[in-house]
């Protein structure tokens, strides 16, 4: 387990967008919301890693990079939209909080499959065969990942204005989804413009 913790979270902490991701959705919503919907997802991810440790490492990098893709412009358009006066201040209506959960479950769930954490809990379940220990070890490796990402998200959500929060939270997710489309063009070697 702690072994899957070490490697985990290294290999999540190295290039791994879902951190960027994580910190702007915190911009915009309650944290508490954002990190739930954040534990659920990547518990639910790693459990299938775990489970189909010989086929996650067979995935297709441009099928995932075209779903992040999606994931992170329609996180992106949500952010946008969303018309509330404070961000993680004052009561909510019970819509809003059903939207900041789905919306950074969405994000997460969709998002990053078949990455270098998946793939070493994978790698770790083939070696040692204990797929719980992996597991458990992974999740709070991405725990631990997630509670740093937020706790930057919250200190500059405090500094910030709503109309500067809104505009960085959208263009984070912006970006990080037209990274995945660019991945996705080199997979499929569509013209170089589209390589940046």
């Known amino acids: 387990m702690l072994l899957a913790l070490w490697a985990v979270l290294i290999a999540e902490l190295v290039g791994d967008r879902s951190l960027y991701a994580l910190a702007s959705l915190a911009l915009r919503f309650r944290w508490y919301l954002v990190f739930l919907a ?10 299938l890693a775990v489970l189909l440790a010989r086929a996650i490492s067979q995935f297709q990098p441009h099928w995932t990079s075209l779903v ?21 201040k004052g009561p909510q209506s019970q819509d809003n909080w059903i939207k900041a959960f789905f919306v950074s479950l969405g994000t997460f769930l969709l998002s990053e499959w078949g990455d270098p954490g998946q793939i070493a809990a994978a790698a770790l379940v083939l070696k040692f065969n204990l797929p719980l220990a992996a597991w458990v070890g992974a999740t709070l490796a991405l725990m631990l990942k997630g509670g740093v ?3 930057l998200g919250l200190q500059i959500r405090h500094r910030l204005p709503l109309r500067t929060l809104r505009v960085l939270a959208t263009a984070s997710c912006f970006i990080l989804g037209t990274v995945a489309v660019v991945q996705t063009a080199a997979a499929y070697n569509l013209p170089g413009w589209l390589h940046l």
Do not use: C, R
């Open 38 to 47: 954040f534990t659920l997802a990547n518990a639910t991810k790693m459990a």
């Open 149 to 151: 990402a937020i706790a």
């Open 68 to 88: 992040s893709a999606i994931a992170f412009f329609v996180s992106a358009i949500l952010i946008w939209m969303d018309e509330t006066d404070e961000v993680g």
